[in-house]
């Protein structure tokens, strides 16, 4: 459910691109973070154009419809074919109030792997039953994907678009970042271990409870909103212009 309010959603999305730009999880000015607006309308706030996740702020961000039209007035231009995946998504998917996508070094090695992610590390283990997986179709800009996009999730918050990336959804942004740096972190050790010889396995039931007990999903625990909290107020010490 949506409880926010538009600006106070808009300071929340411009500092989540702050943070992602902090990690290092950008693609020069591609790639996008998208929140629904509350009210009726299907309206969605996503990245202006042009623009570094870095350089991202509350007012530059812009609203759009479904279709990826701007609503309203913006002095920036958004990617239209870059919403494509993620309106998809949010059509499709009821929760899918906040929607993810990045192109890290360890995401997309572990995407084009032909095994996968590889369940046998710490926050693997706390994506049992939580992951998908979506084949690559080529560039993510034709509308007639969407329904096959939304089929592979099916139920799962974290996403390994084969060949291509990490995408994780949510009903908050707090919780759609908790997977996804859940997802990536599992890559990065996976990735990292590579070469080492043959990993430990864990025993399913094992990724069932470790899955069970990630308490920073679950919305009754706040859905990763410390977590969050804490990010952002890095991001304000070193430049809170992003509230703007």
């Given amino acids: 459910m949506l409880v926010a309010d538009e600006q106070t959603l808009r300071q929340q999305l411009a500092?989540?691109?702050?943070?992602?730009?902090?990690?290092?999880?950008?693609?020069?000015?591609y790639n996008h973070i998208t929140m629904r607006v509350p009210g009726p309308a299907l309206h969605f706030l996503i990245n202006p154009f042009g623009l570094h996740y870095s350089e991202v702020t509350a007012a530059s961000l812009v609203k759009v419809d479904l279709s990826g039209a701007v609503v309203g007035e913006s002095p920036w231009p958004v990617n239209p074919a870059g919403f494509t995946l993620h309106s998809a998504i949010h059509s499709g998917i009821a929760d899918a109030?906040?929607?993810?996508?990045?192109?890290?070094?360890?995401?997309?090695?572990?995407?084009?792997?032909?095994?996968?992610?590889?369940?046998?590390?710490?926050?693997?283990?706390?994506?049992?039953?939580?992951?998908?997986?979506?084949?690559?179709?080529?560039?993510?800009?034709?509308?007639?994907?969407?329904?096959?996009?939304?089929k592979s999730i099916g139920s799962a918050q974290a996403v390994i678009l084969r060949n291509h990336g990490l995408l994780s959804l949510g009903t908050s942004i707090p919780q759609a970042f908790s997977?996804?740096?859940?997802?990536?972190?599992?890559?990065?050790?996976?990735?990292?271990?590579?070469?080492?010889?043959a990993t430990l396995a864990i025993p399913e039931s094992i990724q069932r409870?470790?899955?069970?007990?990630?308490?920073?999903?679950?919305?009754?625990?706040?859905?990763?909103?410390?977590?969050?909290?804490?990010?952002?107020?890095?991001?304000?010490?070193?430049?809170?212009?992003?509230?703007q």
């Fill in 15 to 29: 500092a989540c691109y702050r943070i992602f730009a902090m990690l290092g999880w950008t693609e020069l000015i």
């Fill in 97 to 150: 109030h906040c929607v993810m996508h990045m192109h890290t070094t360890a995401g997309c090695a572990v995407a084009c792997s032909q095994a996968g992610l590889s369940m046998d590390n710490f926050y693997a283990a706390q994506l049992h039953g939580r992951l998908a997986y979506h084949d690559f179709e080529g560039v993510t800009v034709h509308a007639d994907e969407g329904p096959r996009v939304v």
């Fill in 179 to 197: 997977y996804l740096w859940t997802l990536q972190r599992a890559c990065e050790i996976q990735v990292a271990g590579a070469g080492l010889g």
């Fill in 209 to 243: 409870k470790a899955s069970a007990d990630a308490l920073q999903f679950d919305e009754r625990y706040g859905a990763g909103a410390d977590v969050f909290s804490a990010l952002v107020r890095m991001v304000d010490r070193v430049d809170p212009t992003y509230r």
